[in-house]
């Protein structure tokens, strides 16, 4: 596709120029002689600043800083996609009361109407989306947002709906700079896929009517000590290695995946940290959960010696029958406090007798 050059002052009176189809050139705002675009297309490879309403008729590749005021709205076409690369970043700036939105053109919107937001890994580290509402995207295998290894994204109050797929992605290696208060709804994939390195940087999120309603952990080695907070939403996780103390909140939910193992070594611990009043759930991910649907924890004697389960209920692991859903090499240290094991593959815990500290918890031993 051809590009021809455009020029127009922004609203701080800089000149700049944005290589793309730019068509309908209107005033900011009144008594304000700066230009934008109503309709655009192409390559912003000068920082820019939004406002009002304006329409991606095509693919927008950002290579330099583009702010969206608040109140700003993106109406993209069928198929386009805003590409975030080259040191380009997303600046966008909504508040409580004057949320920016990005959407669907089309007078009747619907899920996948138009692609999604790519983060790549060359984009500069202050993309930032805040009161933000990101509505019809193609979530199929990426997500409505998608951020690539290395690249860096922070999200603040922001909404996300009505989606194909997942809606946010973070690929392993991506940084999570933060994370609060976001909200996803209507959405066919999980609300969330993040590493499990980044996913004790989520701190809040919440959800309805998700295809599959949880914050999905993909593999990751843990190498930074971290908690995994109590979120409205589950987190459904893959296989992963700890090499640093994980916490995991009271109230917390895990489900893990079939034949998933969580190796804990190097000096790593995990830590389930569940009250009475708020005690954590450890169990099978599928609708119909049986005994054995998910391998094990396994504790190596290079493992920090203060591994913990308190007030946590274990069921539905031992995958194989012969470790049960706890496994302990000889000189691992585990404490069990006010925890309940059941509905596992033939036996709970595998290990040495001076190796486990059982405190008002009953298990039955594999060996």
């Known amino acids: 596709m051809s590009k021809t050059e455009h020029s127009w002052k922004q609203i701080t009176k800089q000149a700049l120029v944005v290589s793309g189809l730019a068509l309908g050139l209107v005033a900011c705002g009144p008594g304000d002689d700066a230009l934008q675009p109503s309709e655009f297309a192409g390559t912003i490879s000068q920082p820019t600043t939004w406002s009002g309403t304006v329409t991606l008729t095509g693919s927008v590749y950002v290579e330099s800083t583009l702010t969206l005021e608040p109140c ?9 996609a805003i590409d975030v690369q080259n040191n380009g970043s ?9 949320p920016v939105m990005i959407r669907s ?36 295998s990426y997500g409505g947002l998608w951020v690539d290894a290395n690249a860096s994204v922070e999200l603040r109050n922001a909404t996300f709906g009505d989606i194909t797929g997942d809606a946010i992605v973070f690929e392993k290696g991506a940084n999570v700079r933060g994370f609060s208060d976001v909200h996803v709804h209507k959405v066919e994939g999980f609300a969330l896929r993040v590493g499990a390195n980044q996913a004790g940087k989520i701190d809040s999120i919440s959800g309805e009517q ?43 939910r895990m489900l893990i995946a079939p034949n998933v193992i969580i190796r804990i070594q190097n ?43 308190r007030h946590t209920t274990v069921r539905h692991g031992g995958a194989g029958g012969t470790y049960g859903a706890l496994w302990l090499e000889s000189g691992a240290r585990l404490s069990l406090e006010n925890s309940t094991f059941a509905l596992n593959h033939t036996c709970d815990v595998h290990h040495q007798s001076d190796d486990l500290l059982a405190t008002a918890t009953s298990v039955i031993a594999c060996n």
């Open 72 to 80: 700003t709205t993106l109406l993209v076409r069928p198929n386009a």
């Open 90 to 98: 997303i600046r966008s700036m909504g508040t409580a009361d004057c």
């Open 105 to 140: 053109s089309n007078n009747v919107p619907a899920k996948g109407d138009w692609e999604r937001i790519h983060i790549y890994s060359t984009s500069s580290n202050d993309t930032l989306l805040r009161h933000t509402h990101l509505h019809h995207a193609n979530g199929s």
């Open 210 to 252: 998700l295809g599959k309603p949880a914050v999905h952990v993909t593999g990751d080695t843990v190498t930074v000590a971290a908690t995994w907070k109590d979120l409205e939403l589950p987190f459904h996780v893959d296989a992963f290695y700890l090499d640093a103390r994980l916490e995991l909140a009271a109230g917390s």
């Open 267 to 309: 000096g790593g611990s995990f830590r389930a940290l569940g009250t009475a009043e708020a005690p954590i759930i450890i169990e099978s991910s599928k609708s119909a959960p049986a005994a054995g649907d998910w391998g094990q924890f396994e504790f190596y004697s290079s493992s920090a010696n203060d591994n913990l389960f």
